[in-house]
């Protein structure tokens, strides 16, 4: 499986901006997509995961009611939609996908493939 993450950029501290993970190669409906961030000097935090087919995404309580993910089955594509972005956002954005359990979604050793970041910086 292979792993894409694009989107980010430079946004102002309210702002919204949507990322996209692009998976190719293996089918990946049979796995949980997470997304993970990761700050300079800080470890990976998950931000929010889902089932590729089916599943109620589950997101971390520092961004449920601003980040939404949304998916494209037909495309293999899924997405973090983020709204009412703050400075403590900026991070590189990492997706993962894995056959996880639900037990085990919020850490990152539970995932085998990941693409690289995409960067966020969100100004104040």
């Known amino acids: 499986v292979q792993l894409q993450a694009s989107g980010g950029g430079l946004v102002q501290a309210g702002g919204s901006l949507r990322l996209t993970c692009a998976a190719s190669?293996?089918?990946?409906?049979?796995?949980?997509v997470g997304w993970f961030r990761q700050a300079p000097g800080k470890e990976r935090e998950f931000v929010a995961s889902?089932?590729?087919?089916?599943?109620?995404?589950y997101y971390a309580d520092i961004v449920k009611g601003r980040f939404t993910i949304s998916k494209d089955i037909a495309k293999n594509t899924m997405y973090l939609q983020m709204n009412s972005l703050k400075p403590e956002d900026t991070a590189v954005y990492h997706c993962?996908?894995?056959?996880?359990?639900?037990?085990?979604?919020?850490?990152?050793?539970?995932?085998?493939?990941w693409g690289k970041g995409t960067q966020v910086t969100v100004s104040s």
């Open positions: 889902t089932r590729w087919s089916g599943g109620i995404p």
């Open positions: 993962a996908a894995g056959r996880v359990i639900s037990s085990t979604r919020t850490s990152p050793s539970a995932y085998s493939y």
């Open positions: 190669g293996e089918s990946v409906r049979n796995y949980a």
